[in-house]
Every structure is written in C-alpha cells, then in structure tokens.
C-alpha cells in the first residue's frame, strides 16, 4: 500500500459538497466508464470426477435437502450428475456475478496525482481538483489494488461453487472486480469495495492530506475549495497545477492560502 492515494474530481458543485462534507461516494461499476467492468470469458465448468463426488457426498449427505430429493440424486447415473452440477454450477457463477454488480459499491483511487490522462477524464480536462489521502485511515485497510491483464478472468465454476458449499471465501468475485483491461493500466488504480451501492462514507478529516488544483482550474473555485478547508482543516496542503513548458507534465506548486479578510490593509 503506498502511503497516499489521490483521487481525482471534477469541477462542479458535487465536488464542492463532497469536499465540504468530507466524503466520498460507492458507486455501482454498473455506471462506469470501462465497457468491461467485471467481464469474465464464458463461465465453464471443467469435468473433474472428484469434484463431481464431493458434489454427490455434500447433496446425499445434506439433512436440509429432502430426502426424495437426496435418494434421486444419489441414484442418478454419474454421467446426468455430472450434466447437471455444471449447470446448477454455471448459473450460480452468472447470479452471483450479477447480484455483486446490483448491489455492491466502489469507489477508486489512484497512486498518481500528476497523469495527464487522469487529469483529462476525471477532472473536467484539468479544470478540476485532486485531492490526496493518507492510507493510515481505515477506509484503506480494504483497499485492493487493481491488476491489468491483457484478456477477461476464466473462472471454473465448479472450484467456486464448491469453495462456497464449504463456507470458504469467495474471492473470486473481488478479484473480478480489480482486474482491468491493460489498456487502464496509466490509471495505476487501487478500489475499496462496499456491501452497498451509493453508500457515502465520511472520512476524518486528518485523512486528507492535500489539494491538487488542475492547470485549468478557476480561481473562484479554488478560493472556495481553500475557503471550505480552512474552516475545518488547516493542516492540509494546497498545490497549484501548472503545464510544463519543457515536457507533457503538470507541474505543482506549493502554495499558502490567505483569505481576503486577513490580508493586511495599507
């Protein structure tokens, strides 16, 4: 985990709200930009006559399960148990896939702060703000960083299903929601996974640590954006973007804000 992560916003009066309020939203993948998101290769259940048994043993074996359908099951010639555990399994997979997307939320963070692409997508083409977080917080102890590969997962529907008949940890579906096409890799991209779309979460407000102000960002929204801090937070940084005149870079310096209302009258 690297010691602060930034996350980029644009210029708008949300942002000023989230600023003010000292939160940050999950928001449903649903809704993101990435075509891809959580997309896996065709769900496929691979023949494994071990596994097949241990399917045979949990369903024969279950006193939750009527024993009609316990003594069919058992029963069943191996070859139409086999049909029928991957399909029980496949469409498990699917479900589980597409009640994780309806229901859990993320929200996304980034180990740059300086990145051109970033600056251009997320924060209004550079007219908007990034702000920097300690990782110490709480909030961060889930972070998951986010892998880049050049092709979707390929999950076995039968490993998962039975990690999950044996009460273990479903991973996988976490892992899906971290793993990106390779083309995203710039974004260097950790996410913090909640069991609810569109919860809000408030952070302390020792957990900002400063505020990157875009090279396009105006200077009425920047005042307010200090103003708003300097009544509930004065230990944080503020930095004001420039573009390079040498290189493709945004280049930040550090600044001290004074209201209008302290500066000394001649």
Same mark, same amino acid.
């Given at each position: 985990?690297?010691?602060?992560? /930034?996350?980029?916003?644009?210029?708008?009066?949300?942002?000023?709200?989230?600023?003010?309020?000292?939160?940050?939203? /999950?928001?449903?993948?649903?809704? /993101?930009?990435?075509?891809?998101?959580?997309?896996?290769?065709?769900?496929?259940?691979?023949?494994?006559?071990?596994?097949?048994?241990?399917?045979?043993?949990?369903?024969?074996?279950?006193?939750?399960?009527?024993?009609?359908?316990?003594?069919?099951?058992?029963?069943?010639?191996?070859?139409?148990?086999?049909?029928?555990?991957?399909?029980?399994?496949?469409?498990?997979?699917?479900?589980?896939?597409?009640?994780?997307?309806?229901?859990?939320?993320?929200?996304?963070?980034?180990?740059?702060?300086?990145?051109?692409?970033?600056?251009?997508?997320?924060?209004?083409?550079?007219?908007?703000?990034?702000?920097? /977080?300690?990782?110490?917080?709480?909030?961060?102890?889930?972070?998951?960083?986010?892998?880049?590969?050049?092709?979707?997962?390929?999950?076995?529907?039968?490993?998962?299903?039975?990690?999950?008949?044996?009460?273990?940890?479903?991973?996988?579906?976490?892992?899906?929601?971290?793993?990106?096409?390779?083309?995203?890799?710039?974004?260097?991209?950790?996410?913090?996974?909640?069991?609810?779309?569109?919860?809000?979460?408030?952070?302390?407000?020792?957990?900002?640590?400063?505020?990157?102000?875009?090279?396009?960002?105006?200077?009425?929204?920047?005042?307010?954006?200090?103003?708003?801090?300097?009544?509930?937070?004065?230990?944080?940084?503020?930095?004001?973007?420039?573009?390079?005149?040498?290189?493709?870079?945004?280049?930040?310096?550090?600044?001290?804000?004074?209201?209008?209302?302290?500066?000394?009258?001649?």
């Amino acid at each position: 985990m690297p010691p602060s992560l /930034f996350r980029y916003y644009p210029a708008n009066l949300q942002t000023l709200e989230n600023v003010k309020r000292q939160c940050f939203y /999950f928001g449903s993948v649903a809704d /993101f930009n990435d075509p891809f998101e959580c997309h896996i290769l065709p769900p496929a259940a691979k023949d494994d006559n071990a596994s097949f048994q241990e399917f045979r043993d949990h369903y024969t074996q279950n006193p939750e399960i009527p024993m009609e359908i316990r003594s069919q099951l058992e029963h069943m010639d191996m070859a139409a148990f086999s049909r029928l555990i991957k399909k029980v399994a496949i469409d498990s997979l699917v479900k589980t896939r597409e009640d994780f997307i309806a229901q859990r939320g993320v929200t996304c963070f980034s180990e740059r702060n300086e990145n051109l692409l970033m600056w251009s997508h997320y924060s209004s083409g550079g007219a908007g703000l990034c702000l920097e /977080f300690d990782t110490a917080s709480d909030v961060f102890r889930k972070a998951r960083k986010v892998q880049y590969c050049e092709k979707p997962p390929e999950i076995d529907a039968l490993e998962v299903t039975l990690h999950s008949i044996k009460d273990q940890d479903a991973t996988w579906i976490e892992k899906l929601y971290c793993t990106k096409p390779m083309d995203w890799c710039y974004e260097q991209e950790w996410r913090v996974i909640h069991v609810q779309r569109g919860a809000v979460y408030h952070y302390p407000k020792e957990c900002l640590k400063g505020v990157y102000f875009g090279p396009r960002c105006a200077f009425h929204f920047i005042e307010t954006v200090c103003l708003i801090l300097q009544g509930q937070n004065r230990d944080v940084s503020f930095w004001r973007g420039s573009m390079s005149h040498t290189e493709y870079a945004v280049e930040f310096t550090k600044f001290t804000y004074t209201p209008a209302a302290d500066v000394p009258r001649s």
